[in-house]
């Protein structure tokens, strides 16, 4: 298929002279009412193309008719629908996960759901050249060094099967699928955040202190959504197939720092928890907050001009908006 709606831009993306032609996508969505998806739509809409977004309940649907986007009834066991919504794209994003499958104990049901989910996809796209973009995560490299996106994630360490949806998606740009992977840093922090560092504010007004495990001289990589969002747009209409981008604009923050940022917000003592009480203390954010992550975003800044250029972690935490009053919260 061919992109449905040629125009000229007033925006032409980053490198392209003012007036190049420039090639208007109907793209689908899956995640689309998401953290970031949320973001994606506004991002792909103020470009130009045109967003059909999946949409699992009314409430999503809704969500995305009021985003300006269009709503394609199904969820993501529907293959037939995702097959079929794909089929009409001019390329695909896949930003849906099961996560609360994952974090109830099905980490794996959940990323064999995401598996076929992308091969469904790479069915409909297939000979097609057409993008496939998936999320994927940083969680889960190897400790001690800057990994770049050269590097080939270890399928039997904890994020492993979530590393074979990463493997099925660039194995498709054989088969004629411009396909990509965008590695996504722990925390893609922002306002309104329910993730990783929501939670951890959570804990420590729960807790009455702002913890850390260890020295807390573990590193998280990061990226403000609205840059996330830009990457996964920037992917879409021009990443070569087999590209694995990172999502990290910062490379590595030590988990002390954040731990202080938030204890200085909260008037709480910051403090350090011994691993073997991290459970206790974090519950299901213990496994995460232990992660040692540095990931260099060079290549990906390199490949598609990506400049990250909202506040980083830190300076995101002293905005205040993780601070307010705790409101009710879905577990992510
Ligand atoms: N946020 C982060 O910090 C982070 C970090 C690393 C990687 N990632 C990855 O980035 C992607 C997007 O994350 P996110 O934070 O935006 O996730 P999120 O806020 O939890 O949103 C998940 C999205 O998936 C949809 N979804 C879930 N189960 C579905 C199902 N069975 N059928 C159809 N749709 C379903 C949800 O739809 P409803 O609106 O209907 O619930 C929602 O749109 C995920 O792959 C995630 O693992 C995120």
Redesign the pocket.
């Known amino acids: 298929m061919t992109p449905n709606v040629i125009g000229l831009s007033g925006h032409p993306p980053c490198g392209v002279p003012a007036g190049h032609l420039e090639v208007f996508m109907r793209v689908f969505v ?8 949320s973001a994606v739509v506004p991002e792909l809409i103020a470009a130009g193309h045109q967003v059909v977004g ?4 009314d ?2 649907a809704d ?1 995305l008719a009021a985003a300006g986007a269009e709503p394609q009834r ?4 529907d293959l037939e629908a995702l097959r079929s919504a794909a089929g009409a794209s001019d390329g695909v994003i896949h ?6 499958q994952a974090f109830s104990g099905n980490f794996e049901a959940a990323a064999d ?2 598996r076929r989910a992308i091969e469904t996809f790479g069915a409909a796209l297939d000979g097609s050249h057409r993008p496939l973009v998936i ?5 889960g490299q190897p400790p001690g060094v800057v990994v770049t996106e050269n590097d080939v994630p270890d399928t039997d360490a904890p994020a492993g099967p979530r590393t074979l949806s990463e493997r099925a998606a660039l194995a498709l740009a054989s088969s004629g699928v411009r396909s990509s992977s965008v590695r ?5 922090h922002g306002d309104g955040d ?3 560092v929501a939670t951890l504010v959570d804990i420590a007004r729960d807790k009455g202190v702002s913890g850390y495990i260890g020295d807390g001289a573990n590193h998280w990589p990061a990226v403000h959504r609205l840059d996330a969002a830009r990457l996964f747009r920037l992917a879409l209409e021009s990443a070569p197939a087999a590209s694995v981008l990172h999502g990290a604009a910062e490379e590595g923050i030590p988990v002390r720092a954040i731990a202080e940022a938030i204890g200085r917000h909260l008037d709480l003592p910051v403090t350090s928890i011994a691993p073997e009480d991290s459970g206790e203390h974090f519950g299901w954010l213990s496994g995460f907050l232990a992660l040692d992550v540095q990931a260099s975003s060079a290549l990906t800044r390199n490949m598609l001009g990506w400049q990250p250029t909202r506040p980083g972690l830190i300076d995101d935490l002293d905005q205040g908006h993780y601070f307010r009053e705790p409101v009710a919260r879905p577990t ?1």
């Open positions: 899956t995640g689309a009412t998401g953290w970031i998806g999946l949409a699992r309940s409430a999503s969500a199904g969820a993501l066991d930003l849906a996960f099961k996560h609360d759901a995401d999320a994927s995560g940083l969680a996504l840093a722990p925390t893609v329910h993730g990783f992510p």
